[in-house]
Each structure stands twice: as structure tokens, then as C-alpha cells.
């Protein structure tokens, strides 16, 4: 993992989590032998930029095949990101090694409700 320097961590601070330009496309086809003409590149998010705040509720909303489960994906440090960068606690999620991906720890809760109902804790 990278600690943030300079600027960009000045801006982040404050932040808990933070996504800057964040992309994530799915590269299928092809084959082993197969060129360019039979892939197909699946653009799960782009160009995504938020900042959680510490103590703060977000919720991730939208249709199903939107890109929520690849941006939590990648909020847990379960996925890089193809562009842009994501940063927990002012430090990368991108491991810089191929050890440092398999001590990577996240956890991201989330809770799914059907379209016709309200989840709304009291």
C-alpha cells in the first residue's frame, strides 16, 4: 500500500475515503489467438469521484448492472481500479506488490432492499 503525498493528501484528510477519476472496465474476449475485433471491454464505472467523511452514511443506489457492486468492490480494496485512485485513511488501495495485495483487509457492509420496499431503521 502507498501513503499519499503532498497536496492530494492535504486535500484527503479530512476524508475517510476518497475516490478520484475512478474507472473500471472488464476486458472479455478475444481468446488465447483471438485479436482486438472479438473483444469486448465492459464499462462497469467511469470517471467516479466521491469522499466519505468519517462518522458520514452513504448509500450507493441505482439500477441493477449500474456499477454498485464494483464500486464497494473497490471502496474494500477487493478491486483496482483500471484509472483514477481510491484511498482509504489517506492511503492507496492500488497494492504495490503482489504480497501487499494478499495482505489487503476491507470490509464494506451493505444491505439490499427490493424495489417496492423501504429500508428505514428506527
Keep these: 500500500m502507498t501513503t499519499v503525498e503532498g497536496d492530494a493528501a492535504a486535500a484527503a484528510a479530512d476524508r475517510t475515503v476518497v475516490c478520484e477519476g475512478v474507472s473500471r472496465v472488464y476486458r472479455r474476449g478475444g481468446g488465447l489467438f483471438g485479436g482486438d475485433a472479438d473483444r469486448l471491454d465492459v464499462r462497469?464505472?467511469?470517471d467516479v469521484s466521491l469522499g466519505v467523511y468519517p462518522g458520514e452514511l452513504t448509500v450507493v443506489a441505482g439500477a441493477s448492472g449500474s456499477g454498485k457492486s464494483t464500486l464497494l468492490h473497490l471502496l474494500g480494496a477487493l478491486d483496482v481500479p483500471s484509472e483514477g485512485r481510491v484511498l482509504?485513511?489517506?492511503v492507496s488501495t492500488r497494492p504495490t506488490s503482489r504480497r501487499a495485495s494478499g495482505r489487503r483487509c476491507g470490509?464494506?457492509?451493505s444491505a439490499s432492499s427490493s424495489s417496492g420496499?423501504?429500508?428505514c431503521p428506527r
Design 117 to 119: 420496499s423501504t429500508c
Design 44 to 46: 462497469a464505472l467511469d
Design 107 to 109: 470490509s464494506v457492509g
Design 88 to 90: 482509504v485513511d489517506g
